[in-house]
């Protein structure tokens, strides 16, 4: 393979890695990026630790870990050396010399990353270096970010999960560093970063294009390279990083080094790159030259296998009509507040599904249909992260089902319900799906309210049920094939819910 030279940036540039699991990965990265392309960790700009010559210090953030580390991949004889953001500490182990409280510590250092991934930078206003997540109060930023974590089809990036202490009850979850569908909802933009290297899965999955459509326009994010499904553990990214730092320093584009990167790793289906029109050809050069295309066009294009070469005009896929949970909060006296889950409060820990909370499904017919007829039969099936991840819901054991109502579209009060029956039942050898029947009369919105009675023992806090709906009508002859295409839903963004247990919650 020919290398190219690269020359050193003609203005300085910066790179900087977070990571909440295995750290071998993110130190490779870093110590790979930094040997071959001649920029600079964004972190050694930060004093170092007089007492601990592998931390370095940051005033303003006492106990986040900014640690330089040796590691050594699996069956390699190669040791990287490199100095990381480890919120949760060294491996995501929940511990840190510098931890007093570590459930307290760890949310606080996520809680600045989650800002700092927006806008990663470095301030020297004080006289002490110090790391800033405002851009406009930062001296240096970041051009490029790797973040290594777990991921989810909802765009969340989580920590490793263990047994950790929060207020008194010992809970075992993760830490969430990011989720596109938050800082969407916030406005939030990018400034400054100009890439972004997801090594996580699921994380670029097209069901959240509109919250990375939202953060990404009008910002200064050029690109993002990651998953639309698994990614490999921390060891299968480092031979993945080698790979896409080789194509790279061979003239490939971001776009072409990581999807020869990913499928030289096994796997060709799973790789996504984001980036707009004008950075479809960014190469290291380009950025060491200064010669990078400036974002003149609105238009983000979405690469994967099917479409490498050209790209599609990234668009937000709407869902074919409107399935969510809702939680009925106690609020004055008895009166109960409906708060509906979505993208962007599903991980407000108030809105987390426990024992004994009492929750609603609420599903409406798509538009076509107009409202459920006689005979209709609607299948709610429920999933944990994936369809495929391997743990058998029981839905029977987790809920009890309390009633399921018909109602007038857009009308919820209990005087305004339909004389209409509603059966629900569990579907014939399916321990994870609903079935319900519409025995009489013609109604317009179907609510299912639900007890939890537990929460199966492998289900991990924070992380998302979401719900697949199926519609049957009784007579859908003259249908179009585009409408009944329209009666199934997998609904990952909007008709999901987090889990939020303690420890002896377990079931």
């Given at each position: 393979m020919t290398t190219i030279s690269v020359g050193p940036p003609v203005v300085p540039l910066h790179y900087v890695g977070i990571d909440v699991t295995g750290s071998v990965d993110?130190?490779?990265?870093?110590?790979?990026?930094?040997?071959?392309?001649?920029?600079?960790?964004?972190?050694?700009?930060?004093?170092?630790?007089?007492?601990?010559?592998?931390?370095?210090?940051?005033?303003?953030?006492?106990?986040l870990p900014i640690l330089t580390l040796k590691k050594?991949?699996?069956?390699?004889?190669?040791?990287?050396?490199?100095?990381?953001i480890a919120p949760c500490g060294d491996d995501a182990k929940f511990a840190d010399k510098n931890f007093n409280d570590p459930a307290t510590d760890m949310l606080a250092n996520v809680r600045f990353v989650k800002s700092f991934v927006l806008s990663p930078g470095v301030s020297t206003d004080s006289g002490s270096a110090t790391l800033s997540a405002d851009s406009s109060n930062s001296t240096i930023t970041a051009d490029i970010v790797y973040i290594s974590s777990h991921g989810t089809?909802?765009?969340?990036?989580?920590?490793?999960?263990?047994?950790?202490?929060?207020?008194?009850?010992?809970?075992?979850?993760?830490?969430?560093?990011?989720?596109?569908?938050?800082?969407?909802?916030?406005?939030?933009?990018?400034?400054?970063?100009?890439?972004?290297?997801?090594?996580?899965?699921?994380?670029?999955?097209?069901?959240?294009?509109?919250?990375?459509?939202e953060v990404m326009q009008g910002s200064s994010l050029r690109g993002i390279l990651g998953f639309q499904d698994l990614s490999p553990g921390p060891d299968g990214s480092v031979n993945i990083n080698r790979r896409l730092v080789r194509e790279l320093a061979a003239g490939a584009t971001f776009k072409d080094a990581w999807n020869k990167a990913v499928s030289e790793a096994g796997r060709p289906n799973?790789?996504?790159?984001?980036?707009?029109?004008?950075?479809?050809?960014?190469?290291?050069?380009a950025f060491n030259t200064g010669a990078l295309k400036p974002i003149a066009s609105t238009v983000i294009k979405r690469f994967t296998r099917r479409n490498a070469k050209d790209g599609i005009e990234m668009k937000t896929i709407p869902?074919?009509?409107e399935a969510f949970w809702v939680k009925l909060v106690p609020i004055a006296g008895s009166a109960l507040e409906r708060v509906r889950i979505t993208s962007a409060n599903r991980l407000d820990e108030s809105n987390h599904l426990s024992v004994g909370d009492t929750v609603l499904i609420e599903i409406l017919p798509p538009e076509e249909l107009g409202s459920f007829s006689k005979s209709t039969e609607i299948e709610i099936t429920l999933h944990y992260i994936r369809e495929d991840y391997g743990i058998d819901l029981d839905i029977q054991k987790m809920f009890n089902v309390e009633k399921v109502e018909g109602f007038k579209l857009g009308v919820t009060q209990p005087d305004s319900v339909v004389n209409t029956s509603i059966f629900a039942s569990l579907k014939k050898n399916k321990t994870d799906t609903w079935l319900l029947s519409v025995r009489k009369d013609e109604i317009e919105d179907i609510e299912m309210t639900l007890t939890c009675l537990a929460i199966h023992k492998k289900i991990i806090s924070f992380y998302p049920l979401w719900i697949e709906v199926a519609i049957s009508p009784a007579n859908d002859a003259e249908l179009t094939q585009d409408v009944r295409d329209k009666l199934k839903g997998k609904f990952r963004r909007n008709g999901s819910i987090s889990a939020g247990r303690s420890v002896s919650d377990r079931a």
């Open positions: 993110t130190v490779a990265w870093a110590e790979l990026w930094n040997k071959k392309f001649f920029w600079r960790n964004l972190l050694s700009h930060l004093p170092a630790d007089p007492a601990d010559e592998n931390r370095l210090l940051d005033d303003t953030h006492p106990t050594k991949p699996g069956g390699s004889g190669v040791n990287f050396t490199d100095t990381i089809a909802q765009g969340d990036m989580y920590s490793d999960d263990h047994d950790v202490t929060v207020e008194g009850r010992r809970k075992k979850m993760p830490f969430v560093i990011f989720t596109p569908a938050h800082a969407a909802d916030k406005k939030q933009k990018f400034s400054g970063v100009r890439w972004l290297i997801l090594s996580n899965c699921n994380t670029l999955r097209q069901d959240i294009n509109q919250d990375w459509l799973n790789w996504v790159v984001i980036c707009h029109e004008d950075a479809v050809d960014d190469t290291i050069s869902d074919p009509f």
